[in-house]
């Protein structure tokens, strides 16, 4: 009985040790765990909402500036500083994203004047970012020695801070940052003139008439402009960007320095909303030149490219200038006129031909006879003809040829009706024996037109024999 007594006791003794021991570690890991959480509520160096921010306001030893939400989310305008630049917006709600919840890694602890100046928080770069009800004020010192982590302090706190770089570094804000990085600053306004010079020389200008780009210098062409060259150009230059802001306030006697006292190239931009951008480059290699200087007219800078972006600068006149003489749709088009007297497979060819088109309902006629029930051979080969005829290529322009004083009379020439009761015509004048000079609704094109162009295999007058074949043999 007093065995069994004892032995009742050491079980009641380890089930008390065993619920002891429960209830201290589970204290204690409850205790670890709010002393964790107090250790990162320390460690949270700001908690906005940034989308709540309205002004930020930045001091540097170079700048200080105070920023003012606008009427969007991510556009901001300057209250206080130099109102003369253009602000990165994205760079600033990068600002606001970063700042907003800023997290330190580790706590230093007080610093000290000796600390503070060792750590570059004696003149920090200073990010303050306010809402309606509450703001935060960030100290930016420098980088650790390993480049991992910024020295940061926040108002209303003797400690300093490790913030990992890869989120100070945005707040480490600089005038480069700062600045609009893209040459065109109202992308909204369409260019009306685009100019390029090199080497002193004219290369083109490109002017929006009306609504339709065309080539006034160096020569003035009745040839239509290449809309996807021009668009892809256009974009080149909306989306160009300056790698770095070199000098500002120069004057002429600082622009050797920068390779822009005799520039190779001055591009000319011109907008509808009256913005002009004159950009002169320095000499460069493309093939060896990694960056190239520029001299912003308008602002007297010195900026500087990656040369990778200023292609468009190589670029010649005849680039943007359409391959063929004259293309347009058959869906504007209600009547074409060929007219051709010359050499086809070692014969003379000799004829007038007028077709109508109606590419809507599928109507075509030849010389007032419809074959738009005539067969898909019959159709199909004229859509063919009427390809290669729209499709009709120059070899090259000559822009410095002379103007034929004696022309006679032309090898072919193709009228044009669109629906809209607008006539064009396409003319080619004999050169010699295997060219012709083209001329656009009577202007002189400077284009030149070899003979291969119009009877090549597949070219216009063997679709034309074989529309006709097809024709012929549709109506017998």
Known sequence: MKRQLILGLILVLLAGAAFGTYFFVDYYQAQKEAAEIEKAKALQ????????????TIHTADMDYTLEKGSSSNQWNIAEGSSDMNVNNSYLSTICTYGSALTASEDLGTVSDADKEK?????PIIISLATDTDKVTLSIGKQTATKEYYYVMRSGDDHAYLVPSSTAQYLAANETMLRYRYIVADTSSPFTVLSLQRDGTDVYTMENQDNTWKMTVPYDLP?????????SLTISLQELQIEEFAAKDVTEKDYAAYGVDHPAYQLKLEQENGDTTTLLFAEYDPLVSSYVNCLHVESNEIFTFDSSSLSFLQANASDYLMKSLYSPTMDTVSTLSIQYKG???DQTLDFQTTFTMDSSTGTYSCDNTDFSNAGTETVNAFQKLYTQATGLSYEEIQPDAAVPTESGSPALTMTYTLKDGTVHTVQLYANDDKTYWAYIDNQFSYALVRQRALSGNGKMLECYTEFMKAFQEAAS
């Open 223 to 231: 040839i239509a402009l290449d809309n996807s060259k021009l668009s």
């Open 119 to 123: 750590y570059g928080l004696t003149d």
């Open 343 to 345: 050499s086809y497979n």
């Open 45 to 56: 160096l700001s908690d906005l909402n940034s989308d709540d921010i309205q002004t930020i």
